[in-house]
C-alpha cells in the first residue's frame, strides 16, 4: 500500500465520484471550542464513502475478470458501494446478505442493480455460499476493508481533505475519522502522511465496540468482546484488519470512543448547524469533536461524517431527543 | 440588472460562499421519470441561499457607508443571510423581526452576531422603526428580493448551475426554483440567458400562494389572496417584485403548484435518497420535479433545493408520514 495506489485510484474515480465539499457552522465551533470543518461523505453516492472503494475494486480489476463480475459479503453500505459500481461498470454484483437484512437494505440494493442472495444465519455458511457462486461463475470477491484497492479508494478521502485544509490555510489538525475494520482512516492516513503531513488522522469507535482504540494502545491487534448492542452497528467489526493495522499503528493517533447518545446528539446537531443525515455509526467523529474536545489538539479538527444511511425512525428518535426548538 | 452585475457579484463573493454540488440519486430519477438533478443550497451557509444575496450586497456598499451598518426586515433566511454577511465583513446588523418570531430564530439571528429589535405586529409599524433607526446611526437597508445587489448575488447559483450542467453535458433543461419574491429565480434567469441559454428557469410555489405563476399567465403583477396558512412560509410573498416581474416575464418558463403533502414528501426523498435536510418552503421544486413530471420537459430536470432551515418536528412529522421502511 502506498500513495501511488491512492493517486491512481483518484484518476480512476474521477468523474464518477462526488468530490464532498467541508462543511462548517459557527454554531458547531462554539460547542466545540475550536474550529470545526466537517467532510459529509454521507452526500457521496449510495450515501456512504463506500462507494470509492467499490469503485477503486472494480475498476481496477483486467477487463476480462471484471466482465465476470463480482461478489461481495454484507448487508449494509459495502453492499450498496460494491453494487452501484459494479452496475456502473456495467458487470454483475452478487451480494451475500442475511435473510434477516432489513427488507429496505435488500430492496435497496437490489435497485443498484445486484443480485441478492439471502442465506440463513442459523443453518448456512455464507463463506461456503459465496466460495461455490466465485467459482462457478468466476466472480471476485470484494472485501469490505482488507484489500489494497478498497484502502487507495477510500484513501482518496485522504488527498480531498489534504487540499480543501490546504485551500482553508489549515497544516495542522487532528482527522477524525469514525472507524469500523480501518480501510477508510488507513487509506486517509496514507494520503496525508503524503500530501499533508501536519494532519493527523484518528480513528473515532462507540463505546464497548474500540477495538481500534484499544488494539493501539496495546500495540498489537485485539478483538470487541461482542458484536452486537451498539446503535453504531455499521461500523462494528471484530477487530482491525491485517492490512489496515500496520498502517495505523505507524501513522494514526490515539482512538476515541463515543457513547449511543453522544451520537445521536452528533446527528441532531448535523440536521440543525449542517443540513445533512449522518447514521449513527457516520456520526461518531462528530460526536467526538464536539463533546469530547479535552482529547483533540489544535485550533481546528477535521471530521469524517463517513454515511447517512439511517433509518428514519433512528432519525426521527435523535431529533425528538436531542434537537433544540 | 445584467450579467456583468452577477459576475461581478461571483468576483466578490469567491472564497466566501460555498460552491454547493449538484446531487442525484438513481431512486429519484426513477420516481420521476427523467434524471434529476438536485442544488442543495441548504448546504449553503446559514442554510439556505439567501447568504449569497446578503454578502452581494453587503459587499457592494462603499467602505465609508458599509462601516456605519445595514438593517433587514426579516424573521427568516434573509436576516440569517443578511446577519451572518455583515458579521464576516466586520460592520453591524440590525434585524427588525415580530417580537412573537420563534424563540430560536431570534436566538440564532442574534448569535450571527446581530442586533435583534423586536416589534409588536398589534400595535407598532416596523417600517417607521426601520426608518427611524436608518436615519439615527446611518445603516443602508437591505431589502429581501427586490434590489440589485441582492438580485445579483443570488444569480450565481445560476452561474454555478450553468457550469456544472455543462461538466455533466446538460444543455437544456428546465430549472426549477422555489419561488417567494424571485429574487433568485430572476438572478438564476439572467445568469442562465447569458451561459446557458437552453436552461430554462421555472419558478415553483406552494398551493394557493402561487402569485409568481399567475403573474406569469396574466401578463401582470397579481397578489395571493391571503399571506398565511401554507407549510412552505417561509416562501410566501405578497405579490412578484417590480425589479424581478420584468425578468421573470422575460426569461422564465409557466410556474407550478405544489401542495403541502408534496412538499413534506420531497422532504422525506431528500432525507432517504440524498441525506440532506430541506425546508417546506425549499422542497417545492422537487416536488414538482419528482410528482408533476408531466409539467415538465426534457430529458434532465434541474432542481434547487432553496433551504434547510427547518424545525425538528416539522421534519420528524414528515418523516413519519412519507418516510419508506
Not at 5 to 27: D, H, K, N, Y
Not at 138 to 157: C, S, Y
Not at 230 to 257: K, N
Request: with cysteine; charged share 20%.
Amino acid at each position: 500500500m502506498n500513495i501511488d495506489m491512492i493517486e491512481a485510484a483518484a484518476g480512476r474515480l474521477a468523474g464518477w465520484v462526488r468530490r464532498t465539499p467541508l462543511l462548517s457552522s459557527p454554531f458547531l465551533d462554539r460547542i466545540a471550542g475550536r474550529r470545526v470543518l466537517v467532510k459529509p461523505e454521507c452526500l457521496q453516492h449510495t450515501g456512504s464513502f463506500k462507494f470509492r472503494g467499490g469503485w477503486s475494486a472494480v475498476s481496477a480489476l483486467p477487463e476480462d475478470v471484471r466482465s465476470r463480475g463480482v461478489i461481495a459479503f454484507s448487508s449494509g453500505n459495502h453492499a450498496q458501494g460494491v453494487a452501484h459500481a459494479a452496475q456502473e461498470h456495467g458487470v454483475p454484483a452478487v451480494i451475500i446478505m442475511p435473510a434477516d437484512a432489513p427488507k429496505l437494505k435488500i430492496e435497496n440494493t437490489r435497485a443498484y442493480g445486484a443480485e441478492v442472495v439471502l442465506y440463513d444465519r442459523a443453518t448456512e455458511d455464507r463463506d461456503e455460499i459465496g466460495a461455490r457462486l466465485s467459482e462457478k461463475r468466476g466472480l471476485t470477491l470484494i472485501k469490505p476493508f482488507d484489500e489494497p484497492q478498497v484502502i487507495a479508494g477510500q484513501g482518496t478521502t485522504g488527498l480531498e481533505i489534504a487540499e480543501q485544509a490546504a485551500e482553508m490555510g489549515v497544516s495542522k489538525a487532528d482527522v477524525l475519522v469514525c472507524c469500523g475494520g480501518g480501510g477508510l482512516i488507513s487509506g486517509i492516513a496514507l494520503a496525508l502522511e503524503a500530501k499533508a503531513p501536519g494532519l493527523r488522522a484518528r480513528p473515532v469507535e462507540p463505546e464497548g465496540f474500540d477495538d481500534a482504540a484499544r488494539s493501539l494502545a496495546a500495540g498489537q491487534i485485539v478483538s470487541n468482546e461482542r458484536m452486537t448492542g451498539s446503535l453504531c452497528d455499521a461500523i462494528v467489526t471484530p477487530h482491525p484488519g491485517e492490512l489496515t493495522f500496520p498502517i495505523m499503528q505507524r501513522l494514526c493517533g490515539p482512538g476515541i470512543a463515543v457513547s449511543d447518545d453522544d451520537a445521536l446528539r452528533a446527528m441532531a446537531q448535523a440536521f440543525t448547524r449542517l443540513k445533512v443525515v449522518i447514521e449513527p455509526g457516520g456520526a461518531v467523529a462528530l460526536a467526538a469533536a464536539l463533546f469530547q474536545p479535552e482529547a483533540i489538539q489544535g485550533d481546528t479538527v477535521i471530521v469524517v461524517a463517513t454515511g447517512g444511511n439511517v433509518d428514519a425512525p433512528v432519525f426521527r428518535m435523535a431529533l425528538e431527543r436531542f434537537a433544540d426548538g
